[in-house]
């Protein structure tokens, strides 16, 4: 039998069933349209425990990273900059132009990434800042109107200080760590763990190295075993490393008045400061012996190539560090202390946040004194035309004692001192000048360009809860010039700090600095 046999009924019951079975077919199919696809399973951020608190893995992979960073709010009273004494420029001037006060606000963000290989952990590290400075005042030079200042941005503070008003962005460290070396910018090797500061926010300590802000370098790093390290560093010198070389020939009356004992006449970088430290570091505390060689390259004697130039000569530096941790006066309490002696190499001394140059201005006792003057200047060598570089020699210590009152209280007391000498013949060469351009009243034998700079401390730090700081630090800085006691040089017209031209007497300097912050960690 076919279908075409069948019965009316029968195919009307198979289409009926036919029909059915599509619809059904259909119906599943569309639901099955419906339903949500098989979402991806969700990687959540991990806790990374390998590196300690606050490390947690980068979705997805196997690196670690921590964020950080702290927001600072500054007031630096009797300052143009922070945290500096009023020792140059329209600080040092004392009067109507130097600023009672400099406020900045500061955000720092740092971010530490690390991953396990079996060369060991593969480290990267950054660190910038955001500021926002006041700034101050300068005269508004010749040839201005009379009585006329003009705005200064740039604030006054040492060669790597960064110290600029309004707005600005600084990048602390940028490194990579990979078995034993780092390479980028980073706390040179030759500083203590503790740079700068012993026990201070204070930046104008001499005795030591610095570099808080960091310094290009290449660096290979030894580990012995129970807090035994020896490191080999090659380290970039341009600003940070070197402060002047003068020129001597190239002295004007206007630049001794401020300091400046002739032309930086500092040339195109040669090679590297080579450094090599050795430290040890333990549960009573950490000593460390570092060692540091410097190229002092000039340019030339005069404004091109012919005029020739003197050769290069290097200078050295040494120092020695000291902690002491957890000592009987209470728990946490520490003592920092530092030594350094350098010849041709001054910023291992003078570390890079301090000026170069100082113009400090105060009473005179004598009649025929419109005021008195301290003036000193840092450098690494000097020269004159068609003569070798003459190496400047410098030495000094800096220390800091904490005292733990309770974990919200603390107390620390600093200090520095360090001294500058200059060879004899250098010294002529800087005397002849000084004495010619500035007409010093005691002549050649009463001129001695050496000094001595010292500052003392007394900060206090209050801790209500955890990574929230309130700082008060009170810093008395001296200026001890060597000229002959009644001495006197007359200065020409000084525009940009408002002094006039008159007779001053060279005189020993100090000033007040008080510094109050607020800064939460995070």
């Known amino acids: 039998m076919t279908f075409s046999n069948l019965s009316s009924p029968h195919r009307t019951i198979k289409r009926l069933v036919l029909t059915s079975a599509a619809s059904l077919f259909a119906l599943e199919a569309a639901q099955a349209a419906d339903l949500p696809a098989k979402s991806k399973a969700i990687e959540y951020v991990r806790v990374c425990a390998l590196y300690g608190a606050g490390f947690y893995y980068i979705p997805g992979t196997d690196t670690c990273m921590k964020l950080g960073g702290y927001l600072r709010a500054d007031l630096v009273l009797n300052s143009n900059s922070d945290f500096d004494p009023a020792a140059n420029g329209v600080a040092g001037a004392r009067n109507r132009l130097s600023n009672s006060y400099t406020w900045r606000s500061r955000e720092s963000l740092s971010i530490d990434t690390r991953t396990a290989t079996e060369y060991g952990a593969v480290r990267t590290f950054f660190q910038g800042v955001f500021s926002w400075t006041s700034g101050g005042y300068t005269g508004a030079g010749s040839g201005e109107v009379a009585g006329a200042t003009t705005y200064n941005a740039a604030v006054s503070g040492g060669q790597g200080s960064g110290a600029i008003a309004q707005g600005s962005l600084g990048v602390y460290s940028a490194f990579i760590q990979f078995a034993g070396f780092t390479v980028g910018k980073a706390v040179s090797q030759f500083s203590a763990p503790w740079t700068n500061y012993p026990a201070n926010e204070y930046d104008d300590l001499p005795g030591g190295g610095g570099w808080v802000t960091g310094v290009n370098q290449l660096t290979y790093t030894a580990d012995f075993g129970q807090g035994i390290t020896a490191s080999l560093s090659a380290q970039d010198q341009v600003v940070y490393d070197t402060t002047n070389i003068w020129n001597v020939s190239g002295a004007t009356a206007a630049g001794l008045a401020t300091g400046a004992y002739g032309a930086n006449d500092i040339g195109a970088s040669r090679s590297p400061d080579l450094i090599a430290m050795a430290r040890i570091d333990q549960a009573w505390g950490l000593f460390q012996a570092s060692l540091a060689a410097h190229d002092n390259h000039a340019a030339y004697y005069g404004v091109d190539e012919t005029t020739g130039h003197p050769g290069d000569k290097w200078g050295w530096a040494a120092q020695l560090a000291l902690s002491l941790k957890n000592i009987p006066t209470g728990i946490g309490d520490t003592i920092n202390l530092s030594a350094a002696y350098t010849n041709g190499a001054t910023r291992y001394n003078f570390n890079d946040l301090m000026s170069t140059t100082y113009a400090m201005y105060g009473g005179t ?76 009243s005691s002549g050649m034998a009463g001129c001695n360009p050496d000094f001595n700079y010292g500052a003392v401390g007394l900060v206090t730090r209050w801790t209500p809860i955890r990574n929230l700081t309130f700082t008060a630090d009170l810093a008395y800085t001296m200026l001890d010039q060597k000229y002959a006691s009644g001495s006197t040089v007359t200065l020409p017209l000084l525009s940009a700090v408002a002094k006039p031209a008159a007779t001053y007497e060279l005189k020993d300097q100090s000033t007040l600095t008080l510094l109050l912050r607020a800064q939460r960690n995070w």
């Open 365 to 440: 006792g004598l009649a025929s004194g419109y005021q008195s003057v301290g003036l000193a200047g840092l450098s690494d060598s000097v020269f004159v035309a068609g003569a070798g570089q003459e190496l400047t020699t410098t030495y000094g210590f800096r220390g800091g004692y904490t005292h733990n009152w309770d974990p919200q209280w603390n107390t620390a007391v600093y200090g520095a001192w360090a001294a500058v000498r200059h060879g004899s013949t250098a010294k002529g060469y800087i005397c002849g000048a000084f004495v010619a351009g500035l007409a010093l």
